[in-house]
């Protein structure tokens, strides 16, 4: 069977970590990349071609929102998942179709 081929995109190394973390405990998904902003969203989603890609939405150089809609206009395979600037700790996500 084939791993998921996930990208996580942040600009937080901590952030990074944490996703890579939860990720890494489930045998059927390959963290195959890893980027500090949307330009490298962009140029894994091109060059990876990943199942999935995590996407912080506040990112300098390029914001997760727009990596998404270039990923898009590309037609990227990937589904990507993002999550919100939150408040008290409480996070909400967003999937692309």
Partial sequence: MNKIKVVIVD??????????????KDSEIEIVGQGRNGLDAVEMARNLKPDVMTLDIEMPRMDGLSALE?????ESSARHYGQFPY???CGSHYESP
């Fill in 70 to 74: 270039k990923n898009n206009e590309r």
């Fill in 87 to 89: 408040h008290r700790g």
């Fill in 11 to 24: 600009d937080s190394a901590f952030m990074r970590k944490a996703i890579e973390s939860m990720l890494a």
